[in-house]
């Protein structure tokens, strides 16, 4: 258990963050906000929000899994961890 790190003290500029990548997959199969909105029965809103990766403290397992089911792909394709940047 030595490996394992503490963020009780950190800024997230030391533990890095969550990125989301709902917008890249979108635009690159072609499908709008609007017809994801149809397809999953989710609101507009809420999919703009992930669309634009604003405003998301908390993710949404349900949606993600909506997105994932209609979008055929997995939950890495929508979410990547991104690591803190090297302290120079």
């Not at 490996?3 to 072609?30: F, H, N, P």
């Not at 949404?60 to 302290?87: G, H, T, W």
């Amino acid at each position: 258990m030595d490996d394992l790190k503490s963020v009780v003290r950190c800024q997230i500029e030391e533990y890095g963050s969550v990125k989301v990548k709902l917008a890249e997959v979108l635009d690159s199969r072609g499908i709008t906000r609007n017809r994801l909105r149809a397809l999953t029965g989710t609101k507009y809103d809420v999919i703009d929000r992930y669309y634009k990766g604003v405003s998301i403290e908390m993710v949404d397992l349900d949606f993600m899994a909506k997105v994932c089911y209609v979008l055929n792909c997995e939950i890495s394709d929508l979410l990547e961890y991104q690591r803190p940047q090297e302290k120079k």
